[in-house]
């Protein structure tokens, strides 16, 4: 059974750093793609930041510059290091995990909220 658990989520203020972390047991984290999707207040899931097994990441356009997914395989666990934090961050942010030969994501965590404080 593949679990996913995330913490590091809070109140910041506009211009702040969060670490988002992802533990996740049942799986060797460097077997599966590991994404970040933030899903704002009445808006859908959106893709953030992702890390493949061979450790190629990706990011949203809206990303690149203030936010890095890393991946930590000792502790199987993936960060998202968020810096520069806005307002329009402020969402519940899951991180998601599939196979590499899969397009969707079959594992998901409850979500870890973040709010941002103008």
């Known amino acids: 059974q593949v679990q996913l658990v995330e913490s590091g989520g809070g109140l910041v203020q506009a211009g702040g750093s969060l670490r988002l972390s992802c533990v996740i047991s049942g799986h060797t984290v460097s077997g599966v793609v590991v994404s970040w999707f933030g899903q704002a207040p009445g808006q859908g899931r959106e893709f953030v930041a992702g890390i493949s097994g061979g450790g190629t990441t990706y990011y949203a356009a809206s990303a690149k510059g203030r936010i890095t997914i890393s991946r930590d395989n000792a502790k199987n666990t993936v960060y998202l290091q968020m810096n520069s934090l806005k307002p329009e961050d402020t969402a519940v942010y899951y991180c998601?995990?599939?196979?590499?030969?899969?397009?969707?994501?079959?594992?998901w965590g409850q979500g870890t909220q973040v709010t941002v404080s103008s």
């Open positions: 998601a995990a599939r196979e590499g030969s899969s397009a969707n994501y079959k594992y």
